[in-house]
């Protein structure tokens, strides 16, 4: 073959190489972009309700009173509403002593160590059983392991006991009970 | 002359045999029930939890790895905080990837990552935090995590 000839084969190869290219080039992306997900389904919220006060009534002057916490009408009686079968953390905030609106006189309350039942399936008071959660349990150190009812209710019910002094003064006294929830992430 | 018809032709042969690289979600970063007020953390070492990326390609060559991360998941009018901290990547690149022992481990998804292509190509893996508030209404939340790789060329 003479030096044209080869020249000639070798133009031809080039354009068919370049064409070739420019086909290679079009299939390799320059880059490639892929776009997943973060999902998250945020459960019900926690909330809890004083549904009913400790009430202790009429008392006299140096007569202890005792209101336990199976009695429908008077037990303190808390609602805690959230999902189903979740893992809580409770504590209550107890007062020492109940106090006149003015703050004029204060009568003192106590609560013992099995002043506290959790019920987790929302029956009341009077009608829990040992089933249902803990009865007369601690109120200063509530169980660890309590959760939130199938039903997404838990209640707690709570008794106590106050001591008037002889020379208490007549009138209203009050004083605020503190229960805190909050989910524990079981 | 002839030296040279050779080399031409063999830069077009190579240049016509490289391989697109692409991208597989394997996996979405899946928080699953949280409760509201308790933050929850999705490990990259979890399986089915954890994002998953798969990057296919040409063996051996080198490519940018660079994630465009959500601060939020959301759902219509509502968010929650989302966190990526500096060590919640990793990366593997051998032909089975191990997701509980990466080759590469505890990088930064907020920086552009240069890793090369195994066999198999390269798996990604992404974990992260989600901060729910106390009262954060119940729901469906999700947000955008975009992958962009690209050949370097080295």
């Known amino acids: 073959m003479n030096k044209k000839g080869v020249e000639r084969k070798f133009a031809a190869v080039v354009v068919a190489a370049i064409i070739c290219f420019s086909l290679s080039v079009n299939r390799v992306q320059a880059q490639d972009v892929a776009t997943g997900a973060a999902t998250a389904t945020v459960l019900a919220a926690l909330s809890v309700i004083a549904a009913q006060n400790l009430i202790f009534g009429n008392i006299y002057q140096g ?4 209101v336990a916490n199976n009695i429908n ?9 959230g999902q189903g079968s979740a893992g809580i953390s409770i504590s209550f905030v107890l007062p020492q002593f109940i106090a006149l609106a003015d703050g004029s006189d204060r009568m003192t309350i106590g609560f013992s160590s099995t002043d506290a039942t959790v019920d987790s399936n929302n029956t009341t008071p009077a009608t829990v059983v040992a089933g249902d959660g803990w009865i007369n349990t601690n109120p200063n150190n509530l169980p660890a392991a309590t959760v939130i009812g199938a039903a997404g209710q838990t209640n707690v019910y ?9 020379d208490q003064a007549a009138g209203a006294y009050s004083g605020d009970i503190i229960l805190t929830v909050a989910y524990n992430g079981t | 002359m002839r030296r040279l018809f050779i080399g031409v032709t063999l830069f077009f042969l190579i240049a016509a045999s490289s391989a697109a690289q692409t991208i597989t979600v394997n996996n979405n970063l899946v928080f699953g029930d949280m409760f509201p007020g308790v933050p929850n953390t999705i490990s990259k070492y979890t399986a089915g939890a ?23 998941l959301t759902k219509i009018g509502v968010s929650i905080q989302l966190i990526f901290f500096d060590t919640d990547c990793a990366i593997d690149h051998r032909p089975n990837p191990d997701q509980s022992s990466p080759l590469f481990d505890n990088l930064d998804p907020w920086s ?28 469906a939340y999700t947000a955008d995590i975009t992958l962009t790789v690209a050949y370097t060329g080295a």
């Not at chain 1, 008077?74 to 509403?81: D, H, K």
């Not at chain 1, 709570?158 to 002889?166: A, K, N």
């Not at chain 2, 198999?120 to 729901?139: E, F, H, K, S, W």
Request: aromatic fraction near 8%; charged fraction near 10%.
């Open chain 1, 73 to 81: 009408a008077s037990s303190g009686i808390f609602n805690i509403l």
């Open chain 2, 50 to 72: 954890a994002a998953e990326f798969h990057v296919s390609g040409t063996n051996g060559a080198e490519i940018s790895i660079q994630f465009t991360l959500p601060t939020k």
């Open chain 2, 112 to 139: 552009t990552l240069l890793y090369r292509l195994g066999v198999q190509g390269l798996t990604i893996y992404l974990g992260g935090t989600a901060v729910p508030r106390i009262v954060q209404p119940p729901g």
């Open chain 1, 63 to 66: 007569v202890a009173s005792t």
């Open chain 1, 158 to 166: 709570l008794g106590g006991r106050v001591y008037p002094s002889v």
